[in-house]
């Protein structure tokens, strides 16, 4: 089915033009950006991560999810500026931004989505909690491959790259995850009073398949048939052998 954006002209003798189709009134653009979706469709995955992993009506076990501005960088240093954001915290950081120039593949891109996380466990040392930082890392990246399911931003790649443990201060244990990710922009338009029309494509379609819809009373067409809309060509160019040799062949 495909939608006229001209309305059909009131024909003569009728008043006001009765058209019979639908006309659908809406709203004009629609404009998604790639990068704010995925960096919402990441932080709500990232709140799903519990501080219990047995209670899914518990709390974050990150207290901050945000958008990162220099701070991670302000908190590793030897005097850390940031004292005000509460910890565990995730950063979130996009580097190597680069569009495609291809001409059929416009507004495409291709970035990498740097997903930095700061823990504050004091007795990081312990035996028993020096690997936190791995079963975190693991929780991080089976939530964001979840949300591969019901994110929309990120259906079209959302890859792990690589896993990084920065030595840093403050009591604090920085650590940082590369995720390759690819983007479209997005800009549609809705247009305004569509009318809906069917379109027949004979031999393969007719009105005879939707009767109800053939409110101009055309009937099946009955040019073009089948042979004259398909058969076979040859894949090689070449001279053709005489007919006489086709038909002892």
Not at 60 to 72: M, N
Not at 132 to 137: E, R, V, W
Request: with cysteine; hydrophobic share 35%.
């Amino acid at each position: 089915m495909l939608k006229d954006k001209r309305p059909r002209q009131p024909e003569q003798g009728q008043a006001g033009g009765t058209d019979n189709a639908l006309r659908i009134a809406v709203a004009e653009e629609v404009s998604l950006n790639p990068f704010a979706g995925i960096y919402l469709a990441v932080k709500r995955a990232i709140l799903t991560i519990k501080e219990n992993p047995e209670a899914p009506a518990g709390d974050p076990f990150f207290k901050t999810v945000a958008i990162d501005t220099g701070q991670f960088a302000r908190i590793v240093r030897s005097g850390n500026l940031e004292t005000e954001i509460m910890f565990p915290a995730v950063f979130i950081h996009f580097v190597n931004v680069r569009y495609l120039v291809q001409q059929q593949r416009i507004g495409e891109g291709r970035a990498t989505m740097r997903v930095r996380f700061i823990l504050n466990t004091l007795n990081n040392q312990d035996p028993d909690r020096e690997c936190d930082a791995f079963y975190i890392f693991q929780r991080i990246n089976v939530a964001i491959q979840d949300a591969k399911s019901y994110e929309p931003a990120l259906n079209e790649r959302c890859n792990l790259l690589y896993f990084d443990m920065p030595e840093t201060t403050n009591m604090l244990q920085a650590y940082w995850i590369d995720y390759e990710v690819w983007f479209r922009e997005a800009s549609a338009w809705k247009y305004r009073d569509w009318v809906e029309r069917y379109l027949v494509m004979p031999p393969f379609t007719n009105h005879g398949d939707a009767p109800q819809h053939d409110d101009e009373k055309h009937g099946d067409h009955m040019c073009p048939a089948h042979k004259e809309t398909s058969g076979y060509a040859p894949s090689v160019e070449g001279n053709a052998p005489p007919a006489e040799e086709r038909q002892d062949s």
